[in-house]
C-alpha cells in the first residue's frame, strides 16, 4: 500500500505517496484515537462523482466533535481535498480515504497539547468482498466478540480505535472459513457486520437494527430512501440472531461492501440460500444511483 505512485493530500498539500509518512510516537497510532470516513467515487457518464460527498464529510466533523478533536479544516476543504485526491490521481473510480489523527508532540493519555493531522488518501478498490458475493451472496458466522457497549466507546464516531472490535471479529469469522462476521451487542441483539449494517427481509418487509450500537451507516440511508421509492415499509427495531435464521432474505450495506447479499448465517441458509428478489431489486437501484444511471438521484453525485 505504502510503496506506488501517486499523491495523497497531506494537511493542505499533496504529497507523493512514499513521502506521505508520520512519525513513529504519532499519538493516534499508540491510542487509536482518531477519525476517518470511508467513500467512494464511481465513473458516470459525465466523469467521476463521488456519492454523498457531503454526508460523508458531515460524518467526520461529528465523529470529531464526538470524539472532541479539533478539525485543522473546513468542511468545504476537506469537500475538496477528496475531489483533489480522486483528480490528482487520475482515478475513474476510487476508495477514498480521510482521516484526522494527533501528532507526535507528546505521549500520554491527555491530547491536550497535540496539533489534529488530516489526510485523504484514493486509490482504485474493486467490489470489497469479490464480484461474486455481489452476485451470489456470503457466508456469515455470528461473532463471539460483541459490538462496542455505547458507554465503552462512542458507537455514533466512526474511530479508529472501534475497529480493533471490528478486526477481531473480522479475523475470528475468516479464519474459521466465513466471510464475514455478524456482531452483536452487548444484550445479544443483531447491530452489524464489522464494516457494514444489516437488514432482513420478512414477509416483503425490510427491516433493520436500531442505530444503538451500529454505525449511522450512509449506505443504510440511501438504501432506507430506495425502499421509500418503491413502496417498501421499513422497520427499524431490534432484531435477534433467530429472525435473521428465519428471513426470507438478508444483506449488508455499506460504501465499502455496497449491497452484499447474506447467503448465509451460523450455516443456516437464509430464504433460497442465494441473492433474493428484494435484495437485487435495491442492490440494482443502488448501482443505477451511485453511477449516475438515476437522474432523480444526481443530487447523491459530486463531480471530481
Ligand atoms: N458499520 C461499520 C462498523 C462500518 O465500518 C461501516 C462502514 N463505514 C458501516 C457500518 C457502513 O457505513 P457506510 O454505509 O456509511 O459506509
Not at 505521549?107 to 496539533?115: D, E, N, Q, V
Not at 464494516?195 to 449506505?219: Q, W
Not at 427495531?237 to 432474505?249: F, G, L, P, Q
Amino acid at each position: 500500500m505504502a510503496d506506488r505512485d501517486g499523491v495523497i493530500w497531506y494537511d493542505g498539500k499533496m504529497v507523493p505517496w512514499r513521502e506521505a509518512t508520520t512519525h513513529v510516537l504519532t499519538h493516534t497510532l499508540h491510542y487509536g484515537m482518531g477519525v476517518f470516513e470511508g467513500v467512494r467515487a464511481y465513473k458516470t457518464d459525465k466523469g467521476t462523482a463521488i456519492f454523498r460527498l457531503q454526508e460523508h464529510t458531515d460524518r467526520l466533523f461529528r465523529s470529531a466533535h464526538i470524539l472532541g478533536m479539533k478539525m485543522p479544516f473546513d468542511r468545504a476543504t476537506v469537500a475538496a481535498a477528496q475531489k483533489a485526491a480522486v483528480r490528482e490521481n487520475n482515478l475513474e473510480s476510487a476508495y477514498i480515504r480521510p482521516m484526522a489523527f494527533y501528532g507526535a508532540e507528546a505521549m500520554g493519555i491527555s491530547a491536550k497539547t497535540l496539533s489534529t493531522h488530516l489526510i485523504v488518501g484514493a486509490w482504485k478498490w474493486g467490489a470489497y468482498m469479490g464480484e461474486d458475493a455481489l452476485k451470489h451472496g456470503i457466508r456469515v458466522k455470528t461473532s463471539s466478540f460483541s459490538r462496542h457497549h455505547v458507554n465503552v466507546t462512542m458507537c455514533k464516531a466512526k474511530a479508529n480505535g472501534n475497529y480493533m472490535n471490528s478486526i477481531l471479529a473480522h479475523q475470528e469469522a475468516a479464519i474459521d472459513g466465513y466471510d464475514e462476521a455478524l456482531l452483536l451487542d452487548v444484550d445479544g441483539f443483531v447491530a452489524e457486520g464489522s464494516g457494514e449494517n444489516i437488514f432482513i427481509v420478512r414477509n416483503g418487509k425490510l427491516i433493520t437494527p436500531d442505530l444503538t450500537s451500529a454505525l449511522e451507516g450512509i449506505t443504510r440511508d440511501t438504501i432506507v430512501q430506495l425502499a421509500g421509492e418503491i413502496g417498501l415499509q421499513v422497520v427499524e427495531k431490534r432484531i435477534t440472531r433467530d429472525e435473521v435464521y428465519s428471513a426470507d432474505e438478508a444483506f449488508f450495506t455499506g460504501t465499502a461492501a455496497e449491497v452484499t447479499p447474506i447467503r448465509e448465517l451460523d450455516n443456516r441458509s437464509i430464504g433460497e440460500g442465494k441473492r433474493g428478489p428484494i435484495t437485487e431489486q435495491l442492490q440494482t437501484m443502488y448501482f443505477d444511483a451511485v453511477t449516475g444511471k438515476s437522474a432523480k438521484h444526481a443530487h447523491w453525485l459530486s463531480l471530481v
